[in-house]
Protein backbone atom coordinates (compact mmCIF):
# COMPACT_ATOMS: atom_id res chain seq x y z
CA UNK A 1 0.00 0.00 0.00
CA UNK A 2 1.74 3.77 -1.03
CA UNK A 3 1.35 6.94 1.24
CA UNK A 4 -1.68 7.75 -1.10
CA UNK A 5 -3.49 4.68 -0.91
CA UNK A 6 -3.05 5.09 2.49
CA UNK A 7 -4.56 8.44 2.92
CA UNK A 8 -7.02 7.55 0.63
CA UNK A 9 -8.74 4.50 3.00
CA UNK A 10 -8.14 6.88 5.85
CA UNK A 11 -10.39 9.81 4.83
CA UNK A 12 -12.52 7.15 2.88
CA UNK A 13 -13.87 6.01 6.37
CA UNK A 14 -17.66 6.74 7.25
CA UNK A 15 -17.85 9.40 10.22
CA UNK A 16 -19.60 7.15 13.42
CA UNK A 17 -20.69 9.40 15.97
CA UNK A 18 -21.18 7.75 19.33
CA UNK A 19 -21.87 8.06 23.06
CA UNK A 20 -20.74 4.82 23.87
CA UNK A 21 -17.14 4.48 25.68
CA UNK A 22 -14.61 2.63 24.54
CA UNK A 23 -15.51 -1.04 26.06
CA UNK A 24 -18.60 -0.40 24.89
CA UNK A 25 -17.85 0.69 21.23
CA UNK A 26 -15.90 -2.77 21.17
CA UNK A 27 -18.95 -4.60 22.58
CA UNK A 28 -21.36 -3.29 20.43
CA UNK A 29 -19.90 -2.15 17.55
CA UNK A 30 -18.49 -4.73 14.85
CA UNK A 31 -14.82 -5.09 14.07
CA UNK A 32 -15.41 -4.76 10.47
CA UNK A 33 -17.91 -1.26 10.98
CA UNK A 34 -14.58 -0.35 13.29
CA UNK A 35 -12.87 -0.69 10.90
CA UNK A 36 -14.13 1.23 8.23
CA UNK A 37 -15.19 3.77 10.22
CA UNK A 38 -13.76 6.94 12.10
CA UNK A 39 -15.00 7.23 15.86
CA UNK A 40 -13.72 8.26 18.77
CA UNK A 41 -15.26 7.23 22.52
CA UNK A 42 -17.53 9.86 23.64
CA UNK A 43 -17.54 11.67 20.78
CA UNK A 44 -20.84 12.05 19.82
CA UNK A 45 -20.65 15.11 17.13
CA UNK A 46 -20.64 14.71 13.66
CA UNK A 47 -19.25 17.88 12.77
CA UNK A 48 -16.22 16.78 15.27
CA UNK A 49 -15.93 13.99 13.86
CA UNK A 50 -15.61 15.78 10.17
CA UNK A 51 -13.03 18.45 11.41
CA UNK A 52 -11.25 15.83 12.84
CA UNK A 53 -11.39 13.69 9.63
CA UNK A 54 -10.03 17.11 8.07
CA UNK A 55 -7.44 17.08 10.75
CA UNK A 56 -6.14 13.69 10.11
CA UNK A 57 -5.65 13.61 6.69
CA UNK A 58 -3.16 16.52 6.91
CA UNK A 59 -1.47 14.80 9.88
CA UNK A 60 -1.16 11.74 7.92
CA UNK A 61 0.04 13.53 4.93
CA UNK A 62 2.80 15.07 7.45
CA UNK A 63 2.03 18.73 6.44
CA UNK A 64 1.15 19.26 9.95
CA UNK A 65 3.08 17.91 13.47
CA UNK A 66 1.75 16.71 16.61
CA UNK A 67 0.93 20.03 18.23
CA UNK A 68 -0.72 21.76 14.85
CA UNK A 69 -3.16 19.17 15.08
CA UNK A 70 -3.34 19.00 18.84
CA UNK A 71 -4.04 23.18 18.24
CA UNK A 72 -6.79 22.51 15.05
CA UNK A 73 -9.03 19.94 17.11
CA UNK A 74 -9.15 22.13 20.72
CA UNK A 75 -9.90 25.21 18.08
CA UNK A 76 -12.89 23.21 16.98
CA UNK A 77 -14.14 21.27 20.08
CA UNK A 78 -14.45 25.25 21.23
CA UNK A 79 -16.25 26.17 18.26
CA UNK A 80 -19.14 23.52 18.33
CA UNK A 81 -19.24 24.46 22.21
CA UNK A 82 -17.29 21.83 23.75
CA UNK A 83 -17.11 21.45 27.53
CA UNK A 84 -16.42 18.52 29.08
CA UNK A 85 -17.28 19.20 32.85
CA UNK A 86 -21.36 20.32 31.54
CA UNK A 87 -21.85 17.34 28.99
CA UNK A 88 -19.66 17.38 26.60
CA UNK A 89 -21.27 18.75 23.29
CA UNK A 90 -24.90 21.52 23.23
CA UNK A 91 -27.38 19.44 22.84
CA UNK A 92 -25.81 15.77 22.75
CA UNK A 93 -25.26 15.32 26.58
CA UNK A 94 -23.38 12.17 27.61
CA UNK A 95 -24.52 9.82 30.63
CA UNK A 96 -20.62 10.24 32.29
CA UNK A 97 -19.05 13.80 32.59
CA UNK A 98 -15.69 13.80 31.93
CA UNK A 99 -12.94 15.76 34.43
CA UNK A 100 -11.33 18.60 32.88
CA UNK A 101 -7.73 17.85 31.73
CA UNK A 102 -8.48 13.99 32.15
CA UNK A 103 -8.09 10.87 29.07
CA UNK A 104 -12.06 11.10 28.83
CA UNK A 105 -12.05 15.05 28.26
CA UNK A 106 -11.59 14.90 24.23
CA UNK A 107 -10.14 18.76 24.38
CA UNK A 108 -7.34 17.54 27.19
CA UNK A 109 -3.64 17.41 25.42
CA UNK A 110 -2.89 13.42 26.43
CA UNK A 111 -6.66 12.07 24.80
CA UNK A 112 -6.26 14.50 21.39
CA UNK A 113 -2.98 13.02 21.52
CA UNK A 114 -3.86 9.82 22.15
CA UNK A 115 -6.77 9.90 18.97
CA UNK A 116 -3.55 10.97 16.90
CA UNK A 117 -1.07 8.59 17.61
CA UNK A 118 -3.80 5.27 17.37
CA UNK A 119 -5.38 6.68 14.15
CA UNK A 120 -1.95 7.33 12.88
CA UNK A 121 -0.35 3.66 13.73
CA UNK A 122 -3.90 2.21 12.38
CA UNK A 123 -3.01 3.31 9.71
CA UNK A 124 0.24 2.66 9.33
CA UNK A 125 -0.04 -0.79 10.66
CA UNK A 126 -2.92 -1.47 7.85
CA UNK A 127 -0.42 -0.19 5.04
CA UNK A 128 2.38 -2.05 6.76
CA UNK A 129 0.50 -5.13 6.34
CA UNK A 130 -0.71 -4.60 3.05
CA UNK A 131 2.40 -3.71 1.59
CA UNK A 132 4.54 -6.39 3.20
CA UNK A 133 2.58 -9.00 2.40
CA UNK A 134 2.64 -8.91 -1.25
CA UNK A 135 4.54 -12.57 -1.72
CA UNK A 136 8.10 -10.79 -3.24
CA UNK A 137 8.25 -8.87 0.05
CA UNK A 138 6.87 -12.07 1.42
CA UNK A 139 9.83 -14.13 0.40
CA UNK A 140 12.73 -11.49 1.16
CA UNK A 141 11.37 -10.67 4.68
CA UNK A 142 8.96 -13.80 5.79
CA UNK A 143 8.29 -12.65 9.40
CA UNK A 144 7.46 -9.93 11.47
CA UNK A 145 9.34 -9.24 14.89
CA UNK A 146 6.53 -7.19 17.64
CA UNK A 147 9.35 -5.06 19.09
CA UNK A 148 8.70 -1.76 20.86
CA UNK A 149 8.74 1.44 18.55
CA UNK A 150 7.71 4.14 20.87
CA UNK A 151 9.13 4.62 23.76
CA UNK A 152 6.62 4.63 27.52
CA UNK A 153 7.37 5.33 31.00
CA UNK A 154 5.60 2.52 32.18
CA UNK A 155 5.73 -0.29 29.60
CA UNK A 156 2.31 -2.24 29.24
CA UNK A 157 2.89 -5.28 31.60
CA UNK A 158 5.17 -3.40 33.74
CA UNK A 159 5.21 -1.86 36.97
CA UNK A 160 7.56 1.14 38.50
CA UNK A 161 9.20 0.35 42.00
CA UNK A 162 10.27 3.06 44.14
CA UNK A 163 13.61 2.76 43.30
CA UNK A 164 12.58 3.38 39.75
CA UNK A 165 13.20 0.15 38.23
CA UNK A 166 10.73 -1.45 36.03
CA UNK A 167 9.55 -4.98 36.54
CA UNK A 168 6.83 -7.22 34.47
CA UNK A 169 3.78 -8.11 35.86
CA UNK A 170 3.05 -11.68 35.67
CA UNK A 171 1.23 -12.64 33.07
CA UNK A 172 0.49 -9.50 31.66
CA UNK A 173 4.12 -8.22 29.58
CA UNK A 174 3.94 -8.46 25.79
CA UNK A 175 5.63 -11.91 26.14
CA UNK A 176 3.20 -13.25 28.47
CA UNK A 177 0.53 -11.95 26.23
CA UNK A 178 2.38 -13.32 23.38
CA UNK A 179 2.12 -17.16 24.65
CA UNK A 180 -1.75 -16.02 25.78
CA UNK A 181 -2.23 -15.39 22.09
CA UNK A 182 -0.50 -19.15 20.86
CA UNK A 183 2.96 -17.65 20.11
CA UNK A 184 6.09 -19.31 21.31
CA UNK A 185 9.39 -17.11 21.81
CA UNK A 186 11.92 -17.54 19.29
CA UNK A 187 15.74 -17.19 20.45
CA UNK A 188 13.81 -14.68 23.30
CA UNK A 189 12.02 -12.52 20.22
CA UNK A 190 8.45 -12.38 19.43
CA UNK A 191 8.80 -12.93 15.71
CA UNK A 192 6.15 -15.19 13.44
CA UNK A 193 5.34 -15.69 9.81
CA UNK A 194 3.24 -13.07 7.69
CA UNK A 195 0.07 -14.30 7.69
CA UNK A 196 0.05 -16.38 10.67
CA UNK A 197 -2.77 -16.79 13.34
CA UNK A 198 -0.92 -15.46 15.74
CA UNK A 199 -1.54 -11.87 15.10
CA UNK A 200 -5.02 -11.80 14.59
CA UNK A 201 -5.09 -13.56 17.85
CA UNK A 202 -2.70 -11.08 19.38
CA UNK A 203 -5.57 -7.81 18.46
CA UNK A 204 -8.13 -10.48 19.56
CA UNK A 205 -10.81 -8.39 21.76
CA UNK A 206 -11.66 -11.88 23.20
CA UNK A 207 -8.31 -12.34 25.13
CA UNK A 208 -7.55 -8.89 25.34
CA UNK A 209 -9.81 -6.32 27.41
CA UNK A 210 -7.35 -3.64 25.34
CA UNK A 211 -6.90 -5.10 22.06
CA UNK A 212 -8.14 -3.00 19.34
CA UNK A 213 -9.28 -6.53 16.83
CA UNK A 214 -6.57 -5.55 14.39
CA UNK A 215 -4.28 -7.99 12.75
CA UNK A 216 -1.54 -5.51 12.29
CA UNK A 217 -0.39 -2.88 14.86
CA UNK A 218 -1.16 -1.73 17.14
CA UNK A 219 -2.74 -4.76 18.64
CA UNK A 220 -3.89 -2.36 21.75
CA UNK A 221 -4.50 1.08 22.77
CA UNK A 222 -2.03 3.52 23.56
CA UNK A 223 0.83 0.82 22.55
CA UNK A 224 3.88 1.32 21.52
CA UNK A 225 4.68 -1.95 19.78
CA UNK A 226 4.66 -2.33 16.63
CA UNK A 227 6.48 -4.45 13.58
CA UNK A 228 9.89 -5.00 12.07
CA UNK A 229 9.71 -7.12 9.13
CA UNK A 230 12.88 -9.83 9.89
CA UNK A 231 15.26 -11.11 6.69
CA UNK A 232 14.82 -14.58 4.80
CA UNK A 233 18.16 -15.44 6.08
CA UNK A 234 17.86 -14.57 9.72
CA UNK A 235 14.12 -16.26 9.50
CA UNK A 236 15.41 -19.07 8.18
CA UNK A 237 18.49 -19.11 10.71
CA UNK A 238 16.27 -18.89 13.74
CA UNK A 239 14.55 -21.98 12.21
CA UNK A 240 11.07 -20.19 11.69
CA UNK A 241 10.95 -21.41 7.82
CA UNK A 242 13.07 -23.79 5.77
CA UNK A 243 15.70 -23.10 3.20
CA UNK A 244 13.06 -23.62 0.09
CA UNK A 245 9.82 -21.78 2.16
CA UNK A 246 7.80 -19.83 -0.44
CA UNK A 247 4.92 -17.80 0.44
CA UNK A 248 1.58 -18.03 -1.38
CA UNK A 249 1.78 -16.31 -4.76
CA UNK A 250 5.00 -16.37 -5.00
CA UNK A 251 5.46 -18.75 -7.48
CA UNK A 252 3.17 -16.69 -9.87
CA UNK A 253 4.90 -13.20 -9.03
CA UNK A 254 8.65 -15.00 -10.24
CA UNK A 255 7.11 -16.78 -13.21
CA UNK A 256 5.67 -13.02 -14.16
CA UNK A 257 8.89 -11.30 -13.23
CA UNK A 258 11.54 -13.65 -14.75
CA UNK A 259 9.12 -12.95 -18.03
CA UNK A 260 9.05 -8.80 -17.44
CA UNK A 261 13.18 -8.76 -17.08
CA UNK A 262 13.57 -10.85 -20.11
CA UNK A 263 15.23 -13.65 -18.25
CA UNK A 264 16.16 -17.01 -20.28
CA UNK A 265 16.37 -19.69 -17.48
CA UNK A 266 18.35 -22.14 -20.62
CA UNK A 267 20.91 -20.04 -21.70
CA UNK A 268 24.07 -20.36 -20.31
CA UNK A 269 26.88 -17.97 -19.23
CA UNK A 270 30.70 -18.18 -18.79
CA UNK A 271 32.48 -15.28 -17.08
CA UNK A 272 34.56 -14.83 -19.54
CA UNK A 273 31.53 -13.01 -21.33
CA UNK A 274 31.80 -10.32 -19.09
CA UNK A 275 34.79 -8.78 -21.61
CA UNK A 276 32.23 -10.35 -24.43
CA UNK A 277 29.05 -8.97 -23.21
CA UNK A 278 27.71 -9.36 -27.12
CA UNK A 279 27.66 -13.06 -26.43
CA UNK A 280 24.60 -12.61 -24.39
CA UNK A 281 21.33 -12.01 -26.36
CA UNK A 282 19.14 -9.44 -24.90
CA UNK A 283 16.58 -11.44 -24.32
CA UNK A 284 18.58 -14.10 -22.72
CA UNK A 285 19.57 -13.64 -18.93
CA UNK A 286 21.28 -16.86 -18.07
CA UNK A 287 20.71 -17.13 -14.11
CA UNK A 288 23.94 -18.19 -13.44
CA UNK A 289 25.04 -14.92 -14.31
CA UNK A 290 22.26 -13.58 -11.74
CA UNK A 291 23.68 -15.73 -9.49
CA UNK A 292 27.00 -14.43 -10.14
CA UNK A 293 25.73 -10.99 -9.51
CA UNK A 294 24.36 -11.94 -6.32
CA UNK A 295 27.59 -13.22 -5.45
CA UNK A 296 29.09 -9.92 -6.24
CA UNK A 297 26.88 -8.11 -3.81
CA UNK A 298 27.35 -10.93 -1.23
CA UNK A 299 30.59 -10.17 -1.07
CA UNK A 300 29.90 -6.18 -0.64
CA UNK A 301 27.21 -6.91 1.85
CA UNK A 302 29.73 -8.50 4.14
CA UNK A 303 30.32 -6.83 7.46
CA UNK A 304 27.27 -4.68 6.73
CA UNK A 305 25.63 -5.28 9.57
CA UNK A 306 28.71 -4.71 12.36
CA UNK A 307 29.99 -1.37 9.42
CA UNK A 308 26.72 0.30 10.20
CA UNK A 309 26.21 -1.00 14.03
CA UNK A 310 29.99 0.87 14.49
CA UNK A 311 28.89 4.00 12.34
CA UNK A 312 25.71 4.53 14.16
CA UNK A 313 27.63 3.92 17.23
CA UNK A 314 30.28 6.85 16.95
CA UNK A 315 26.93 8.79 15.67
CA UNK A 316 25.84 8.37 18.80
CA UNK A 317 28.70 9.37 21.20
CA UNK A 318 29.00 12.33 18.89
CA UNK A 319 25.81 13.56 19.67
CA UNK A 320 26.13 12.43 23.04
CA UNK A 321 29.29 14.60 23.83
CA UNK B 1 9.77 16.61 2.86
CA UNK B 2 13.76 14.94 1.89
CA UNK B 3 13.82 12.66 -1.17
CA UNK B 4 16.75 10.16 -1.39
CA UNK B 5 17.06 8.51 -4.86
CA UNK B 6 19.26 5.60 -5.58
CA UNK B 7 20.14 3.88 -8.45
CA UNK B 8 21.62 0.95 -8.92
CA UNK B 9 24.61 0.31 -12.31
CA UNK B 10 27.23 1.11 -9.85
CA UNK B 11 26.06 -1.40 -6.69
CA UNK B 12 27.90 -4.18 -7.35
CA UNK B 13 31.01 -5.42 -9.79
CA UNK B 14 31.29 -6.64 -13.47
CA UNK B 15 28.73 -9.21 -13.59
CA UNK B 16 26.07 -6.89 -11.52
CA UNK B 17 26.62 -4.45 -14.01
CA UNK B 18 26.26 -6.99 -16.88
CA UNK B 19 22.82 -7.87 -15.78
CA UNK B 20 21.51 -4.56 -15.10
CA UNK B 21 22.46 -3.77 -18.91
CA UNK B 22 20.74 -7.09 -19.95
CA UNK B 23 17.57 -6.32 -18.05
CA UNK B 24 14.66 -4.85 -20.12
CA UNK B 25 12.74 -3.41 -17.07
CA UNK B 26 13.96 -2.53 -13.88
CA UNK B 27 10.88 -1.34 -12.04
CA UNK B 28 10.93 -5.17 -9.94
CA UNK B 29 14.87 -4.26 -8.78
CA UNK B 30 13.90 -0.62 -7.59
CA UNK B 31 10.92 -1.87 -5.70
CA UNK B 32 13.30 -4.08 -3.53
CA UNK B 33 15.90 -1.32 -3.35
CA UNK B 34 12.92 0.74 -2.49
CA UNK B 35 11.88 -1.60 0.28
CA UNK B 36 15.13 -2.04 1.65
CA UNK B 37 16.38 1.85 1.72
CA UNK B 38 13.03 2.63 3.27
CA UNK B 39 13.25 -0.08 5.89
CA UNK B 40 16.97 1.18 6.52
CA UNK B 41 15.44 4.79 7.04
CA UNK B 42 12.83 3.50 9.44
CA UNK B 43 14.88 1.69 11.65
CA UNK B 44 18.16 4.64 11.82
CA UNK B 45 15.38 6.69 12.10
CA UNK B 46 14.36 4.76 15.56
CA UNK B 47 17.49 4.17 17.03
CA UNK B 48 18.45 7.93 16.99
CA UNK B 49 15.17 8.75 18.68
CA UNK B 50 16.14 6.34 21.67
CA UNK B 51 18.84 8.69 22.24
CA UNK B 52 17.91 12.44 20.80
CA UNK B 53 16.24 14.10 23.62
CA UNK B 54 18.69 17.23 24.33
CA UNK B 55 16.20 19.53 24.63
CA UNK B 56 13.12 17.70 26.19
CA UNK B 57 15.87 16.34 28.79
CA UNK B 58 17.23 20.12 29.28
CA UNK B 59 13.79 21.03 30.40
CA UNK B 60 12.84 18.00 32.01
CA UNK B 61 10.43 17.27 29.85
CA UNK B 62 8.66 14.31 27.78
CA UNK B 63 9.82 13.69 24.41
CA UNK B 64 7.72 14.21 21.76
CA UNK B 65 8.46 11.23 19.76
CA UNK B 66 8.82 13.26 16.43
CA UNK B 67 11.59 11.30 15.11
CA UNK B 68 9.80 8.02 16.05
CA UNK B 69 6.71 8.97 14.48
CA UNK B 70 8.93 10.48 11.53
CA UNK B 71 10.38 7.08 11.20
CA UNK B 72 6.59 5.76 10.71
CA UNK B 73 6.05 7.91 8.37
CA UNK B 74 8.92 6.87 5.94
CA UNK B 75 7.64 5.71 2.69
CA UNK B 76 8.98 4.74 -0.97
CA UNK B 77 8.41 4.67 -4.67
CA UNK B 78 10.01 3.24 -7.22
CA UNK B 79 9.75 3.01 -11.56
CA UNK B 80 12.29 1.52 -14.19
CA UNK B 81 14.71 4.05 -13.39
CA UNK B 82 14.86 4.37 -9.76
CA UNK B 83 14.09 4.28 -6.46
CA UNK B 84 12.92 7.05 -4.21
CA UNK B 85 12.85 7.00 -0.26
CA UNK B 86 10.83 10.35 1.18
CA UNK B 87 11.46 11.18 4.85
CA UNK B 88 8.43 13.63 5.89
CA UNK B 89 8.75 16.98 8.42
CA UNK B 90 10.00 19.98 8.63
CA UNK B 91 12.86 18.54 11.30
CA UNK B 92 14.91 16.80 8.52
CA UNK B 93 15.57 20.34 6.69
CA UNK B 94 18.74 20.81 8.14
CA UNK B 95 20.39 17.23 7.73
CA UNK B 96 21.52 18.99 4.24
CA UNK B 97 22.55 22.90 5.16
CA UNK B 98 22.19 25.27 8.04
CA UNK B 99 18.90 26.70 8.32
CA UNK B 100 17.00 30.05 9.64
CA UNK B 101 13.76 30.06 11.19
CA UNK B 102 11.55 33.07 10.51
CA UNK B 103 8.25 33.11 12.21
CA UNK B 104 5.31 33.17 9.09
CA UNK B 105 2.45 33.90 10.95
CA UNK B 106 3.51 35.13 14.68
CA UNK B 107 6.04 37.99 15.56
CA UNK B 108 8.59 35.70 17.05
CA UNK B 109 9.32 32.38 17.63
CA UNK B 110 8.22 30.81 20.89
CA UNK B 111 11.19 28.53 22.24
CA UNK B 112 10.25 26.57 25.09
CA UNK B 113 11.72 27.23 28.55
CA UNK B 114 9.50 24.85 30.70
CA UNK B 115 8.51 21.22 30.60
CA UNK B 116 5.12 22.23 30.24
CA UNK B 117 5.59 24.97 27.35
CA UNK B 118 7.89 22.05 25.18
CA UNK B 119 5.87 20.45 22.02
CA UNK B 120 3.03 22.65 22.49
CA UNK B 121 1.78 25.59 20.96
CA UNK B 122 0.85 28.70 23.05
CA UNK B 123 -2.65 28.78 21.18
CA UNK B 124 -3.63 24.79 22.83
CA UNK B 125 -2.28 25.85 26.05
CA UNK B 126 -4.71 29.04 26.34
CA UNK B 127 -7.49 26.75 25.50
CA UNK B 128 -6.30 24.95 28.67
CA UNK B 129 -7.13 28.23 30.73
CA UNK B 130 -3.51 29.48 30.24
CA UNK B 131 -3.14 33.46 30.36
CA UNK B 132 0.01 34.50 28.33
CA UNK B 133 1.59 37.85 29.13
CA UNK B 134 4.79 40.12 28.59
CA UNK B 135 6.34 41.58 31.94
CA UNK B 136 6.09 45.33 31.34
CA UNK B 137 9.72 46.06 32.46
CA UNK B 138 11.00 46.54 29.03
CA UNK B 139 14.85 45.91 30.05
CA UNK B 140 13.60 42.18 31.02
CA UNK B 141 14.43 39.26 28.64
CA UNK B 142 12.20 38.08 25.71
CA UNK B 143 10.29 35.55 27.37
CA UNK B 144 6.60 35.00 27.83
CA UNK B 145 4.72 34.25 30.66
CA UNK B 146 1.50 32.72 31.66
CA UNK B 147 -0.41 32.32 34.40
CA UNK B 148 -2.29 28.55 34.82
CA UNK B 149 -5.94 28.04 35.70
CA UNK B 150 -4.66 27.86 39.61
CA UNK B 151 -3.45 31.21 39.56
CA UNK B 152 0.52 30.53 39.10
CA UNK B 153 2.48 32.27 36.89
CA UNK B 154 5.93 31.19 35.34
CA UNK B 155 7.87 31.66 32.21
CA UNK B 156 7.37 29.57 29.02
CA UNK B 157 8.38 30.42 26.43
CA UNK B 158 11.46 33.02 24.96
CA UNK B 159 10.77 35.31 22.20
CA UNK B 160 12.84 34.87 19.17
CA UNK B 161 13.62 36.82 15.94
CA UNK B 162 14.95 34.03 14.27
CA UNK B 163 16.76 30.85 15.54
CA UNK B 164 19.69 29.85 13.35
CA UNK B 165 20.50 25.72 13.10
CA UNK B 166 23.60 24.22 11.77
CA UNK B 167 23.42 21.36 9.80
CA UNK B 168 23.30 18.08 10.86
CA UNK B 169 23.58 15.23 8.81
CA UNK B 170 23.04 12.47 11.42
CA UNK B 171 19.41 13.31 11.64
CA UNK B 172 19.44 11.41 8.44
CA UNK B 173 21.12 7.91 7.25
CA UNK B 174 24.68 8.20 5.95
CA UNK B 175 25.05 7.58 1.80
CA UNK B 176 27.39 4.67 2.86
CA UNK B 177 24.24 2.96 4.70
CA UNK B 178 21.33 4.00 2.04
CA UNK B 179 23.99 2.35 -0.39
CA UNK B 180 24.59 -0.88 1.48
CA UNK B 181 20.12 -0.95 1.80
CA UNK B 182 20.39 -0.52 -1.77
CA UNK B 183 22.84 -3.54 -2.09
CA UNK B 184 20.78 -5.68 0.30
CA UNK B 185 17.36 -4.44 -1.73
CA UNK B 186 19.15 -5.54 -4.90
CA UNK B 187 20.83 -8.77 -3.84
CA UNK B 188 16.95 -9.68 -2.34
CA UNK B 189 15.45 -9.29 -6.04
CA UNK B 190 18.01 -11.37 -7.57
CA UNK B 191 17.11 -14.13 -4.55
CA UNK B 192 13.75 -13.58 -5.76
CA UNK B 193 14.54 -14.37 -9.34
CA UNK B 194 16.94 -17.36 -9.01
CA UNK B 195 14.94 -19.21 -5.85
Redesign the interface.
Known sequence: MTAAQILEAASSRALLPTWLSTAEIREQIGAEIRKRSLFVARGTNTQFLAGLARILDDYLAGTINDATARLRMVRQLQSLGYHPETGGFPGQPIEKFAERGTIEDLSSPARMQLILDTQAQLMFGAGQKAAGEAPQRAFSYPCWELIRLSTREVPRGMKMLKTGELVAVAGEDWPSRWGRAGGELVDGRMIARKGATIWEELGSAALFDDALDTDHPPFAFNSGMGWRPVLRSECIALGIISADYRPEGFDEWQRAERERVGGDTSATWNPADLNRDAKISAKGIPLDLIEAAKKELDAELVGSALRIKQARQASREAYLS | ?INFTLDAPK??????Q????????H??LY??IA?AAQ?STR??L???S???H?TANSLEA?????L??A???V?S?SDEKSATV?V???LFARAFRDITITPTSAKALTIPINAIAY???V??LE??GWKFFRPRNPDAKPLLWATNPAGESMPMYYLAAKVEQPQDR?LLP?D??LL?AA??G???Y??????
Request: proline content about 3%; aromatic content about 6%.
Open positions: MLGGPAFLLYSKIEDSGESDEDYREISFRKAPTGAEKADRTATSGSGKRGEAQTSEEERLARNLERLTA
